[in-house]
């Protein structure tokens, strides 16, 4: 039986500021507000579009919607036409990462770079054992339960007893929060494998990575560092997997240094182009 039709689904997205545009993907089970914290940092310089996935925050879909990739990355080229954003650097967050990097692999003529946050080019065991703690968890416990585990997953500890208003608040809204869509794209999440192709990506990469961090361990980002010619990489440590909402000026920071790198880059190779007629006439 051949995949069902790919048709995308339109997202409700945050956009604000001018400029250079940069779209970031939000993780499984997440939205557009766990990026909060860097894109006021940002938008007095770029335009930065950040929106909720489909069956994500304010992106409701049908029931019957599918979640493979395809059908993700269809959303967001569709995000993209709609915006007239021909293309984009592209920031993503965990499995938001892996679907930056879907996107840079199978549409790079839409992705001006991929920043890879706790990102990783295939899913291991570990991780599939983490996704099926939370279920297990919620299915079990509860949702307190499960948004204890999730703090204690997700954060680096020192953090959160730091943060405990923040704790506060994850625990209040774990209850109320629908996880069908996240359960539903977790299952195309665990089989996620691109090493094959990972060494033909086109776009500029960065990776950013929490050295504690429990969901992607840290091995992941240097694997792409290597896999990925011309990459860099960006460790913080005593950082955890939500490296956005614990270290929202440092991720800031290291995103426009690189943005501004690959454009300024990119508008040198442009100039050199223009100018090599003339000097193949002056000979």
């Known amino acids: 039986?051949?995949?069902?039709?790919?048709?995308?689904?339109?997202?409700?997205?945050?956009?604000?500021?001018?400029?250079?545009?940069?779209?970031?993907?939000?993780?499984?089970?997440?939205?557009h507000t766990m990026w909060n914290g860097v894109l006021p940092r940002l938008s007095d310089r770029f335009r930065v579009l950040a929106p909720d996935?489909?069956?994500h925050g304010?992106?409701?879909?049908?029931?019957?919607?599918?979640?493979?990739?395809?059908?993700l990355e269809a959303?967001?080229?569709?995000?993209?036409?709609?915006?007239?954003?021909?293309?984009?650097?592209?920031?993503g967050l965990s499995a938001g990462a892996q679907l930056a990097l879907k996107l840079g692999?199978?549409?790079?003529?839409?992705?001006?770079?991929v920043c890879l946050v706790g990102g990783a080019v295939y899913t291991d065991g570990h991780m599939r054992a983490v996704a099926a703690r939370w279920a297990e968890t919620?299915?079990?416990d509860g949702p307190d339960a499960l948004a204890i585990r999730l703090l204690k997953d997700l954060y680096y500890p020192d953090w959160i007893e730091a943060h405990m208003e923040f704790a506060d608040r994850v625990r209040e809204e774990v209850p109320r929060h629908d996880y069908r869509a996240a359960v539903r794209w977790g299952r195309?999440?665990?089989?996620?494998?691109?090493?094959g192709r990972i060494a033909t990506l086109r776009p500029p990469a960065l990776m950013i990575q929490g050295m504690d961090d429990e969901v992607v361990d840290a091995s992941h980002g240097r694997i792409l560092r290597q896999s990925i010619p011309g990459s860099k990489i960006r460790i913080f440590a005593q950082t955890g997997h939500m490296v956005p909402i614990e270290r929202p000026e440092e991720t800031a920071e290291a995103i426009e240094a690189f943005v501004r790198d690959v454009d300024d880059r990119s508008s040198g190779e442009s100039t050199a182009s223009l100018s090599r007629p003339e000097r193949m006439e002056d000979r």
């Open 75 to 91: 959303d967001v080229l569709a995000l993209l036409d709609q915006r007239q954003t021909p293309s984009a650097h592209l920031v």
């Open 1 to 31: 039986m051949s995949d069902p039709p790919v048709s995308a689904v339109p997202l409700h997205c945050r956009d604000e500021g001018s400029g250079p545009a940069i779209v970031f993907l939000h993780g499984m089970g997440a939205d």
């Open 58 to 71: 304010r992106s409701t879909v049908p029931q019957s919607a599918g979640y493979r990739f395809e059908d």
């Open 105 to 113: 692999l199978d549409a790079p003529a839409h992705v001006r770079s």
């Open 53 to 55: 996935l489909r069956g």
């Open 188 to 195: 195309e999440v665990a089989s996620f494998d691109e090493r």
């Open 138 to 140: 919620y299915d079990r």
